[in-house]
DNA sequence: CTCCTTAATAGTAATGATTACTAATAATAG
DNA sequence: CTATTATTAGTAATCATTACTATTAAGGAG
């Protein structure tokens, strides 16, 4: 394994965001950087870094977003889309049924508190079915 | 909304089974049922029958698979990819952070009963880095 | 039952995220 | 400094999913 610019500018874009960027997010960033870095280096070091533990991932809509190495769960709005990041209470690696859990996660769904503010003041609507 | 065969029979195949069956398994079965079913319209009643939680899904490596719908967890084994329902134990609706979680759903990581046993029996063998 | 409206379908083309390929580049060991 | 080869840039290919369109058929009205 070799240090390149590229999985530095790479891993500190993750790292340092709270946005859950999806790849080609992160390739418009490192443009900024690297002028001409290629979206293939950002999807193969993205792949390196997440099997080395050094990001996480969580899939949204079938797109994959990357998120910074530290423990914690996400709460998906159906209202706005957004993703907001949960902490985790308990972190213990245990087994379940038998099986050895190495690391588990966790998804919310369902709807934000500013969209439940929205709501309130505006009355509450629901879609007909 | 119409009731067509199509929609019958990629619901049945969906709620009879407990392989956790990606769109293209589901159409391969629904073929033998419906010579000339389109894979357009497995999805199409696929999304249909997600947005109305008639089934449920899970993404793995990028691929929606879709279950039958009873409120379970899954564990994903790192080794031989398999993965296995996990019954959950409360199902209580509730806020989190003050925002209203609707439905949530936990993706165990690890190394599946099966595996271990059989690493046991070989010696514990670890991949280098 | 028959006709009509239109939702749903079959078949195919298009999209978009991701991966594969290849010649050129650059990180590190000697 | 030089040689080796991991990594890259750029581009083409893949594959899951969605969009499009002419045709079919569900189901309500007569």
Not at 21 to 34: F, G, P, S, T
Not at 47 to 55: F, I, R, T
Not at 56 to 73: A, C, K, L, S
Not at 91 to 115: A, F, H, P, Q, R
Request: charged share 30%; proline share 1%.
């Amino acid at each position: 394994m070799r240090n390149t610019k590229q999985r530095d500018c790479i891993f500190d874009i993750v790292n340092s965001s709270y946005n859950h960027l999806n790849a080609y997010q992160i390739y418009d960033i490192a443009e900024k950087v690297i002028y001409n870095i290629s979206l293939g280096t950002v999807y193969r070091n993205l792949a390196w870094l997440s099997e080395h533990n050094k990001v996480r991932t969580i899939v949204v809509d079938g797109i994959v977003r990357y998120d910074r190495n530290v423990v914690h769960d996400h709460f998906i709005c159906n209202e706005c889309k957004n993703i907001i990041d949960i902490p985790r209470n308990d972190n213990s690696n245990n087994y379940i049924d038998g099986n050895l859990v190495i690391d588990y996660d966790v998804k919310y769904v369902g709807i934000c508190k500013k969209c439940l503010e929205r709501k309130e003041k505006n009355g509450i609507k629901r879609k007909q079915d």
